[in-house]
């Protein structure tokens, strides 16, 4: 089947950037920046995801904007209308793989639990990258409604603390984390939780990079399987793949 590619006016109008045009049989891999920061802080990984074929021939990358003035709960809010719009404008996308970092990561927790509505459907995975899920003492500082509002004293960060996240999760942990403890960007039941040498901007390390690459291809592979594919019928694809791919170089011969 050929690819789907199409430009629309949302691409160009929404706060949702894909950095392609759209293919339809890719996966969106949607990056949320966190408090003070643009979608920019995500280019040394997005240049790597990119320039990596095993990734770029399964993956679309996209960037959300927000407001990081006002509380995370408004992200979220912001979030949801844009993946909305998305889901209206391409109506058969593949379910999405959403990373997070800093208060992105807890606008993006946001949106996969039921708060402020149903849990997103439209989402395959998510991964947390110093994302402080309870809070962070620098929010006691209090210079605006966003840092104000991820104090550990925040009532909201209880309630997320008890609802459920609705797919799959991996957390990223800076070491030297100066603005979010351990013991916030820590979650229970994530699949995976790497702790990488850095401080708060664990997203620019090169074992970050090397995480999500991991991450993304074990996506692809466990979505193979679930479409009926066992691990030796995905063996035996490629050996025959192989076996093609070395019977025409030598032959010179071309494979239908």
Same mark, same amino acid.
């Given at each position: 089947?050929?690819?789907?590619?199409?430009?629309?006016?949302?691409?160009?109008?929404?706060?949702?950037?894909?950095?392609?045009?759209?293919?339809?049989?890719?996966?969106?891999?949607?990056?949320?920046?966190?408090?003070?920061?643009?979608?920019?802080?995500?280019?040394?990984?997005?240049?790597?995801?990119?320039?990596?074929?095993?990734?770029?021939?399964?993956?679309?990358?996209?960037?959300?904007?927000?407001?990081?003035?006002?509380?995370?709960?408004?992200?979220?809010?912001?979030?949801?209308?844009?993946?909305?719009?998305?889901?209206?404008?391409?109506?058969?996308?593949?379910?999405?793989?959403?990373?997070?970092?800093?208060?992105?990561? @807890?606008? /993006?927790?946001?949106?996969?639990?039921?708060?402020?509505?149903? +849990?997103? &459907?439209? $989402?395959? =995975?998510?991964?947390?990258?110093?994302?402080?899920?309870?809070?962070?003492?620098?929010?006691?500082?209090?210079?605006?409604?966003?840092?104000?509002?991820?104090?550990p004293e925040n009532t909201a960060f209880q309630t997320l603390d008890s609802l459920?996240?609705?797919?799959?999760?991996?957390?990223?942990?800076?070491?030297?984390?100066?603005?979010?403890?351990?013991?916030?960007?820590?979650?229970?039941?994530?699949?995976?939780?790497?702790?990488?040498?850095?401080l708060h901007g664990a997203h620019w390390t090169q074992q970050a990079s090397d995480?999500?690459?991991?991450?993304?291809?074990?996506? @692809?592979? /466990?979505?193979?399987?679930?479409?009926?594919?066992?691990?030796? +019928?995905? &063996?035996? $694809?490629? =050996?025959?793949?192989?076996?093609?791919?070395?019977?025409?170089?030598?032959?010179?011969?071309?494979?239908?």
């Amino acid at each position: 089947m050929s690819a789907v590619i199409t430009v629309s006016a949302f691409a160009a109008s929404g706060k949702i950037k894909m950095r392609q045009p759209y293919d339809s049989t890719k996966v969106p891999v949607l990056f949320v920046h966190g408090l003070w920061d643009t979608k920019e802080t995500w280019i040394p990984m997005l240049h790597q995801l990119e320039r990596d074929p095993q990734i770029s021939q399964k993956y679309q990358f996209w960037t959300f904007s927000y407001d990081t003035y006002q509380p995370f709960w408004v992200g979220a809010a912001e979030l949801r209308s844009e993946l909305d719009c998305i889901k209206r404008e391409y109506r058969k996308h593949k379910k999405i793989v959403l990373v997070g970092h800093s208060m992105g990561g @807890v606008v /993006s927790h946001m949106v996969l639990t039921d708060w402020g509505g149903n +849990a997103r &459907t439209d $989402v395959a =995975r998510a991964i947390f990258i110093a994302a402080p899920h309870r809070g962070s003492d620098w929010g006691r500082l209090a210079l605006t409604p966003a840092l104000e509002a991820l104090s550990p004293e925040n009532t909201a960060f209880q309630t997320l603390d008890s609802l459920k996240i609705r797919v799959p999760f991996h957390s990223i942990i800076g070491s030297h984390d100066e603005l979010v403890d351990y013991s916030s960007s820590h979650l229970e039941g994530a699949k995976s939780e790497r702790i990488v040498k850095s401080l708060h901007g664990a997203h620019w390390t090169q074992q970050a990079s090397d995480e999500v690459r991991r991450i993304l291809l074990a996506e @692809v592979k /466990s979505a193979r399987i679930a479409a009926g594919l066992s691990p030796a +019928a995905m &063996t035996a $694809v490629h =050996r025959g793949r192989a076996e093609r791919s070395g019977w025409q170089k030598h032959s010179g011969s071309p494979v239908s």
